[in-house]
């Protein structure tokens, strides 16, 4: 199981999650990382969802149309966009 590790304002909160399981969606849910977690349209549109991969980026898939349309530059600098991805290995997330 993916061992999710997320900074944010100095804290840091780390919990196992399911295979394939996507933090937008959880936080829907009122489970981890709710309610630390910043996120609004959890389709692609809004970033208000951008994290900056610290650790695990070699797992993700390449950015999809909308990471690059949201993210534009700061893809380069390890940013993506939460809803859009679909956990499988062990990941370090840092949001703002
Ligand atoms: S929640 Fe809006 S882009 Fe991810």
């Known amino acids: 199981m993916p061992t999710v590790t997320f900074h944010k304002h ?5 919990e196992e999650v399911q295979p394939r399981a996507n933090l937008v969606v959880r936080a829907g849910i009122k489970a981890f990382p709710y309610p ?8 692609g549109k809004c970033a208000k969802c951008a994290t900056r991969v610290i650790s695990g980026a070699e797992h993700l898939p ?12 700061r893809l380069e600098q390890g940013w993506r966009l939460t809803c859009q991805l679909w956990l499988e290995h062990d990941i370090e997330l840092e949001q703002e």
């Open 10 to 14: 100095g804290q840091t909160y780390q």
């Open 36 to 43: 630390h977690l910043k996120y609004e349209c959890g389709m």
């Open 62 to 73: 390449p950015p999809n149309w909308k990471e690059k349309k949201q993210l534009g530059d």
